[in-house]
């Protein structure tokens, strides 16, 4: 089974209404997988309602489990933990903050604030600082490996340095098209080529679970039983 927590619909830049992408998701083998859209001063609003509604919609019955959720991105830093606040008092469950990859030009301290903010997950961080893998260790903030181009260029890094300080990772598609989706293989596979060995793939696979619990979801087996 695949857990995504990064992906985006047409309230965004994705190609896919918010049930075309879940359902694909489901049909690749995904178990759950979070609707993040980006968000930012003029559409978290409308963005936020929407996701609400459609994950509410497609939860109703029995299936992939969508985390209504969002990304918030190109914010000034120091208004990130206030977007942060006001999306969670909302109703949004998954608050994952755009980080400072090196292909954007995203704004200097982005990563910061979004470790003090207490975001859930930081996306695609970059070469993020030593003092700042500390500080997403001591918050408990997971940092994402990332399959989407240029986002990935990072990722060892993000690995080796997430590793040595036992920070928790979010293997995630960032998707965009149906393209980007992945497969339970290609899950792994993303995780096996930023350094991550296969003795540490279980470390991942139970530290999602641990979100997905945080997050107030239970995702059930094949088997009956419920994680």
């Not at 509604?53 to 000034?76: D, Q, S, W």
């Not at 098209?177 to 793939?201: C, H, M, N, Q, T």
């Amino acid at each position: 089974m695949v857990i995504d927590f990064h992906t985006h619909s047409l309230l965004s830049d994705g190609e896919l209404l918010i049930s075309e992408l879940v359902r694909r998701a489901e049909v690749n083998g995904y178990r759950a997988i979070g609707i993040t859209d980006h968000v930012s001063f003029s559409n978290m609003e409308k963005v936020i309602e929407e996701t609400l509604e459609a994950c509410l919609r497609i939860n109703n019955r029995k299936g992939v489990v969508a985390i209504p959720g969002m990304e918030i991105t190109y914010v000034p830093p120091p208004e990130i933990p206030e977007m942060i606040s006001q999306g969670r008092k909302s109703g949004i469950k998954l608050v994952v903050v755009h980080g400072e990859t090196i292909i954007e030009p995203v704004p200097p301290g982005t990563n910061r604030q979004a470790i003090l903010g207490g975001a859930d997950i930081l996306a695609h961080p970059g070469l993020l600082s030593e003092e700042d893998f500390q500080l997403a260790k001591a918050k408990g903030i997971f940092l994402e490996i990332s399959s989407r181009k240029g986002h990935c260029l990072t990722n060892g890094h993000v690995a080796t340095k997430a590793i040595k300080y036992g920070i928790p990772l979010s293997v995630n598609s960032d998707a965009h098209s149906p393209e980007d989706l992945f497969s339970p293989a290609a899950w792994k596979r993303v995780a096996l080529g930023a350094g991550i060995g296969e003795e540490r793939w279980g470390d991942i696979l139970k530290d999602n679970f641990d979100l997905i619990r945080k997050l107030g979801y239970k995702l059930e087996e094949t088997n009956g039983t419920t994680i």
